[in-house]
């Protein structure tokens, strides 16, 4: 199983600030996800990214953006918070393997913007 | 249009008997299935996944069944234990390996 991490834990933010979710992993897995989740709600992919240097958007649009500029580092970037942004935000990742590929989740952010 | 979906929002079984979870979904090209176990506050815990060339795959006290052509799975956890108690998240992977998630089912093991 991965050993994934996510800090903050918990985040409590006023309207109009800035803030970077991290997010890191230290079994070398290429691949690296955000999903953002509401209560009683699926898990919506938000970004992914296959390796350094790549990044793609989800099924979810999103405000916030990321970065993949190490291999185990994953942080993921919204530069104006809302309200609206207020949900749990979880980190994952998995190897470069098919068919089995499993993904590994961090424990998760709970956002709430003021 | 939800692709994955968990139509009991909720499920309470006495410990020592069998809990049932089911999930249907609706894309054929899903070839990989995986339930995840979630505590409040927590990420997600993958628990055990089935790929679409088999239809049973067993792992301790947890089964997943899989029926291609209802397109339907089913996790099966027997004995229930209170610890047991979360919600449960079936997902489903195609070839372009991004999971889709149904709502979960909130199972509670009582006493």
């Known amino acids: 199983e991965a050993d994934i991490y996510q800090t903050p834990r918990y985040l409590v933010i006023g309207t109009g600030k800035k803030i970077t979710l991290e997010c890191s992993q230290t079994?070398?897995?290429?691949?690296m996800y955000w999903y953002q989740q509401d209560p009683g709600m699926e898990l919506h992919l938000i970004h992914y990214?296959?390796?350094?240097?790549?990044?793609e958007k989800g099924d979810l649009s999103s405000e916030s953006t990321v970065s993949r500029i190490r291999t185990e580092h994953f942080p993921l970037t919204l530069e104006s918070a809302r309200p609206s942004h207020t949900s749990q935000y979880l980190c994952?990742?998995?190897?470069?393997?098919?068919?089995?590929?499993?993904?590994?989740f961090g424990p998760g952010t709970r956002l709430l913007v003021l | 249009d939800q692709q994955v979906k968990q139509n009991s929002p909720s499920l309470s079984v006495q410990e020592g008997r069998i809990s049932i979870l089911n999930c249907d979904y609706t894309?054929?090209?899903?070839?990989?299935f995986l339930w995840y176990k979630k505590y409040p506050a927590e990420g997600p815990t993958f628990l055990i996944s089935?790929?679409?060339?088999?239809d049973k795959n067993e792992d301790g006290r947890f089964t997943v069944f899989l029926n291609k052509s209802a397109k339907h799975l089913s996790l099966h956890i027997v004995p229930s234990q209170p610890g047991d108690s979360a919600v449960y998240f079936c997902a489903a992977s195609d070839s372009n390996y991004k999971l889709t998630f149904g709502k979960g089912t909130l199972l509670t093991v009582n006493p």
């Open positions: 990214s296959y390796g350094v240097n790549s990044t």
């Open positions: 994952a990742s998995s190897e470069y393997s098919r068919p089995q590929e499993t993904q590994y």
């Open positions: 894309n054929s090209m899903f070839d990989y």
């Open positions: 079994m070398g897995h290429d691949k």
């Open positions: 089935i790929s679409s060339i088999k």
